[in-house]
């Protein structure tokens, strides 16, 4: 594994608490994009990304939590929305800001813990999570939940597209969700409402169909 700008070796999550995906990986979210592109990374965004999009459902400042290389975000900002995308794979970010510059884009693109959004200080009209939900395990979510929360605002919007357990168990992807799974985390007094669940399809690279998924869309509280 190369070590990181800034980044002792020994240290290869940078100061902060391993995900539950990377202790069960075994290794940083950065390494998945050191070989080429991850499995996840299809070059495009996503369909129902692109879909979203076109129902003018992005307003005002919009996140993008978990952006990899930025194909979703940059297909928001050429809508010419403000957008931010964060994420803790150095890698993935310095490939989105190149696609950026080449594009004439004016996205941005930081490091950033989605547990800890807090930090940015920074509120948005729209949030998006492609795959990001996922992998949280349960214990996460809460934390992750709270952490959207804080940079949100009453009539915030959310939009979650995951890995779902719908059809055969052969056919889904990695961390699949149960629809009571996405209520029961944005539910109670977590200070949002999920107003719909649809079914949906997430294009990876090793399956161009896409396993199946939910898309989700939550309301801020």
């Known amino acids: 594994m190369s070590e990181r700008p800034g980044i002792p070796a020994e240290d290869p999550f940078g100061g902060r608490e391993p995900t539950s995906h990377e202790r069960q990986a075994g ?79 004016g996205a941005e693109f930081v490091a950033a813990d989605a547990f800890r959004l ?7 009209g729209t949030v998006l999570d492609c795959g990001l ?12 939940v709270a952490s959207l929360a804080s940079v949100t605002e009453p ?3 959310l939009y979650v597209l ?13 961390h699949p969700v149960g629809r009571e799974e996405l209520t029961a985390a944005f539910g109670g007094d977590a200070g949002w409402r999920v107003t ?11 399956d161009p169909d896409g396993p199946p998924a939910w898309l989700a869309r939550i309301e801020r509280i």
Do not use: M
């Not at 978990?66 to 995308?85: F, Q, R």
């Not at 939900?133 to 992750?144: L, V």
């Not at 719909?196 to 090793?206: G, H, L, S, V, Y």
């Open 27 to 105: 290794q940083p979210w950065d390494a998945s994009y050191h070989d080429g592109p991850a499995p996840w990374d299809v070059g495009e965004p996503q369909p129902a990304i692109v879909r979203l999009a076109a129902e003018g459902v992005f307003t005002g400042a919009v996140l993008d939590a978990g952006c990899g290389t930025g194909e979703n975000a940059l297909h928001i900002a050429s809508l010419g929305l403000p957008v931010l995308g964060v994420d803790v794979a150095e890698t993935a970010l310095a490939i989105a800001r190149e696609k950026a510059g080449a594009r004439g884009l």
């Open 118 to 124: 807090d930090r940015l200080g920074r509120v948005f």
């Open 133 to 144: 939900f996922h992998a949280c395990d349960a214990g996460e979510r809460r934390d992750y």
């Open 155 to 157: 009539g915030a919007t």
């Open 162 to 174: 995951c890995f779902s357990d719908a059809g055969p168990a052969e056919s889904r992807g990695p």
């Open 196 to 206: 719909t669940i649809e079914p949906e399809r997430i294009k990876t690279r090793f």
